[in-house]
Each structure stands twice: as structure tokens, then as C-alpha cells.
């Protein structure tokens, strides 16, 4: 038997795949518990259709963050996988450039939809709904985090081979 020693995860990476994989556990037993009982008792839960979906948004959002600190995000990278040396690293941080502006966007619009949703409240569960915005409220700065830390050189920039022929 092998053993292959990865290095040791941060503490907030745990973190972070904990709590996906608990909501991730409590969205299919509650789907689960309400499919059981609309074909066994003609009947459901609106709770769980409620939190199931907002238990959706941020592990979408916190899968997002996650994705983009370890460099698995889809993207378009025909271009630069075949560049190297300080070309690749111009080009590299212009995408990152564009990354930080239309994150602000998203930053500025989050905000707002936070603010807004401050005053409505779901019609089940009665959350404020600012608490599903804040989810892309959340993503976003996240994700400029990663990004800052790529930036000042203190996060490595994932750049995955990939095989360039086109056919």
C-alpha cells in the first residue's frame, strides 16, 4: 500500500468543503423526504423546497470561490497555452484586470440586491431574501480575495497544460 502525502489543507478550505458537503447532505434529504411524499401521500413541505433552494444559491457561490482558488473555473485559454515566459504574464494579469472589474460589477449589483431584499421576506420560511443575494455578495468578494492574493504573488496562478493541436 502507498501512501501519496498531499500538503496539509488550510483550515478554511476545510472549512469550506464541510459546510458544501452539509448542505449538500440536508438538500437531498430534503428533496428526498418531499419526493417521498408527494408520490407516497399526495402531499410536501414547503420549508424544504424553500431551503433547498437557498441552500442551493450559496453552495453555488461558495463552489465558486473554492473553484477559483484552485485555478477550476472553465475558461478560454487557446491563446495563452501557448504563450510563456512575460507574455504569458502580461496577458495573464490584463485577464485578471477584467476579472477584478466585472467582479466589482458584480460586487455593486449584490450589494444592492442585498439592500433591497433587506425588506422582503421569503413567503415560507420568512428569511429576509437579502440573505440569498448576499450569497453572490459573498462570492464575489471571495473571489477578489483569490484574486488579490494571485496578484501580489502570494497565491500561485493555476495554468493547466492542455493540449493545443486543433484539428
Not at 424553500?50 to 473555473?73: M, N, P, Q, T, Y
Not at 497555452?81 to 460589477?105: D, E, H, N
Request: aromatic share 10%.
Amino acid at each position: 500500500m502507498t501512501h501519496t502525502h498531499d500538503a496539509p489543507k488550510h483550515w478554511g478550505r476545510t472549512l469550506i468543503e464541510a459546510s458544501m458537503a452539509f448542505s449538500l447532505g440536508l438538500m437531498v434529504l430534503a428533496v428526498f423526504v418531499n419526493v417521498v411524499l408527494r408520490y407516497g401521500f399526495d402531499t410536501g413541505i414547503a420549508f424544504y423546497e424553500e431551503l433547498s433552494r437557498l441552500l442551493f444559491v450559496w453552495l453555488v457561490c461558495i463552489g465558486a470561490v473554492l473553484a477559483s482558488a484552485e485555478g477550476k473555473h472553465l475558461g478560454f485559454d487557446m491563446l495563452v497555452a501557448r504563450m510563456s515566459g512575460k507574455t504569458l504574464k502580461t496577458f495573464t494579469f490584463i485577464a485578471q484586470l477584467l476579472s477584478v472589474y466585472c467582479l466589482l460589477l458584480v460586487v455593486k449589483g449584490s450589494w444592492e440586491q442585498v439592500k433591497a431584499g433587506l425588506h422582503s421576506f421569503s413567503t415560507v420560511i420568512g428569511y429576509p431574501l437579502a440573505l440569498a443575494a448576499a450569497g453572490t455578495l459573498v462570492m464575489a468578494i471571495g473571489m477578489l480575495v483569490v484574486l488579490a492574493l494571485q496578484m501580489s504573488g502570494r497565491m500561485q496562478v493555476v495554468h493547466h497544460e492542455t493540449d493545443v493541436g486543433v484539428e
